[in-house]
């Protein structure tokens, strides 16, 4: 399976960006899909994830801003992200993860997300 993800940007602070990434297959509903982010010098970190249920676990500094949605039918994940800040700068990854044991199984490409001040 391959994740692309699209919709990464340049955008000003307090504006919105969407984020979108489709499977070239069907992704399991025991997966979890979810968005990473990665800074340069810095691990890779969860920004949200979301169950097939639609059970959605944010970052504490990104609840409230940003809004993952799944499409199960169409295998696709979706990162709303609002009210956005200059420390939301990052590449912005898609995955699915394994519900039971949380091992990552499969990696998007990667898409910059560039928040100006």
């Known amino acids: 399976v391959q994740l692309q993800a699209s919709g990464g940007g340049l955008v000003q602070a307090g504006g919105s960006l969407r984020l979108s990434c489709a499977a070239s297959k069907m992704v399991s509903r025991l997966d979890i899909m979810g968005w990473y982010r990665q800074t340069p010098g810095k691990q890779r970190e969860l920004a949200a994830e979301?169950?097939?249920?639609?059970?959605?676990n944010y970052a504490d500094s990104v609840r409230g801003r940003f809004t993952i949605s799944r499409d199960n039918a169409h295998s696709t994940v979706s990162l709303q992200m609002n009210a956005l800040k200059p420390e939301d700068t990052a590449v912005y990854y898609c995955n699915s993860k394994n519900f039971f044991t949380s091992r990552i199984k499969y990696w998007g490409q990667g898409t910059l997300v560039t928040v100006s001040s």
């Open positions: 979301v169950t097939s249920a639609g059970e959605t």
